[in-house]
């Protein structure tokens, strides 16, 4: 049988319950991509007649972990932005993402500046996840019709995050929902 929604939630439970850390994350990551090469998954979640939007596929009740699936149709570029003191997966159902992982140059000391540094840059494929432990800070850019299933150790909307404006190099509280 192929690889499902509720065998990824039974493995990620199972995988955060014994290590909530780096490790039981890329066992959820890896467990994304098996779950990303099940069409029929993809399919129903994440094909064509899936409407627009961002929709909720699942909240643990006990370890408040979600999956949610981003149904874009617009081509979009974010800003490079963190996940608090979260972390997300973002693995990819359709066309691409093309990541970019940055670091601070600055010490920090400031926390209305900084400055950034691209130090990866990468194009996430159909099938493929990747992941962003605790505070490391990405920004993405995907073309019109770029579908992706998001990890995040908790709901987002709940924590405080930062975006980044390269061009003024300050940072910006984010709200709810702003970036992905
Ligand atoms: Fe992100």
């Known amino acids: 049988m192929a690889y499902d929604l509720d065998q990824f939630i039974a493995d990620c439970r199972a995988?955060?319950?014994?290590?909530?850390?780096?490790?039981?994350?890329?066992?959820?990551?890896?467990?994304?991509?098996?779950?990303?090469?099940?069409?029929?998954?993809?399919?129903?979640?994440?094909?064509d007649d899936v409407p627009q939007g961002l929709?909720?596929?699942?909240?643990?009740?006990?370890?408040?972990?979600?999956i949610l699936a981003h149904i874009n149709d617009k081509a979009r570029v974010s800003p490079p932005h963190d996940h608090g003191d979260s972390w997300a997966i973002y693995g990819q159902a359709t066309?691409?993402?093309?990541?970019?992982?940055?670091?601070?140059?600055?010490?920090?000391?400031?926390?209305?500046?900084?400055?950034?540094?691209?130090?990866?840059?990468?194009?996430?494929n159909p099938g493929h996840a990747g992941i962003y432990q605790d505070g490391k800070i990405h920004s993405?850019?995907?073309?019109?019709?770029?579908?992706?299933?998001?990890?995040?150790?908790?709901?987002?909307?709940?924590?405080?995050?930062?975006?980044?404006?390269l061009k003024?190099?300050?940072v910006h509280r984010m709200t709810p929902q702003q970036a992905t």
């Not at 319950?17 to 959820?28: C, I, K, M, W, Y």
């Not at 929709?55 to 979600?66: A, S």
Request: overall charge neutral; aromatic content about 10%; glycine content about 8%.
């Open 95 to 124: 066309k691409y993402t093309d990541m970019i992982e940055w670091e601070r140059e600055d010490d920090g000391a400031d926390p209305a500046h900084a400055k950034l540094k691209p130090v990866k840059k990468y194009r996430l």
């Open 55 to 66: 929709k909720l596929l699942y909240e643990d009740p006990g370890l408040k972990f979600q």
């Open 15 to 47: 995988a955060l319950s014994r290590d909530p850390g780096p490790a039981g994350r890329e066992t959820v990551r890896v467990n994304l991509e098996r779950l990303l090469s099940n069409r029929d998954f993809v399919q129903r979640y994440c094909g």
């Open 140 to 165: 993405i850019d995907y073309p019109d019709g770029a579908r992706f299933i998001r990890v995040t150790g908790t709901n987002l909307d709940n924590i405080d995050r930062v975006r980044f404006d």
């Open 168 to 170: 003024t190099g300050e």
